[in-house]
């Protein structure tokens, strides 16, 4: 008995050991199939970065080429997000159905609407008893909030203009 105790022990200690990643596993196709999928994609998003950033060295020509060498190390990471956004955009676009106007109509149709309201003083006794006002108001404050950034960011100052 004390020898097949021993050899069986023996066996046991002189097997290999194998790692953790080396066992096999059960019902994994599911996570092997999202894997693969996920360096599909990354191989796409850096050919896509990669493919951009030739057509903007092409397009921009000597300041294309100076912007890239300004980036430095970071030239790489930062095409890779750009290209990732595009995608999760792309994403966003095909999900929730957006698309441009297809006609010149529709855009005077919205506006003729927009203008035919602001106009009416109907519309706007009706907003005043309704409360519609409050929403109307914070509307045109976030409209001239972001107008005003953009101000802001085109003079490349906070107050007045860089005369220097």
């Known amino acids: 008995m004390r020898s097949t105790l021993s050899t069986s022990?023996?066996?046991q200690a002189a097997r290999p050991r194998r790692l953790p990643s080396?066992?096999?596993r059960f019902a994994s196709s599911n996570a092997e199939t999202a894997q693969k999928k996920t360096q599909d994609a990354l191989g796409s998003a850096q050919k896509t970065a990669e493919k951009l950033w030739e057509?903007?060295?092409k397009f921009l020509g000597p300041l294309g080429?100076?912007?890239?060498s300004m980036l430095g190390s970071y030239r790489q990471p930062v095409m890779y997000n750009l290209s990732v956004a595009r995608e999760l955009l792309k994403q966003v676009y095909v999900a929730e159905r957006l698309q441009p106007p297809t006609d010149l109509a529709v855009v005077r149709s919205?506006?003729?609407t927009l203008w035919s309201r602001a106009s009416s003083q109907a519309?706007?006794?009706g907003i005043l008893s309704?409360?519609?006002w409050v929403k109307v108001a914070i509307y045109g404050v976030e409209a001239y909030g972001i107008f005003k950034i953009g101000e802001i960011v085109g003079r490349r100052s906070i107050v007045g203009y860089n005369l220097h």
């Open 22 to 24: 080396q066992y096999s």
């Open 123 to 125: 519309y706007w006794r």
């Open 9 to 11: 022990a023996f066996r």
């Open 65 to 68: 080429e100076r912007a890239g």
């Open 110 to 112: 919205a506006y003729s």
């Open 55 to 57: 057509s903007s060295k």
């Open 130 to 132: 309704s409360g519609e």
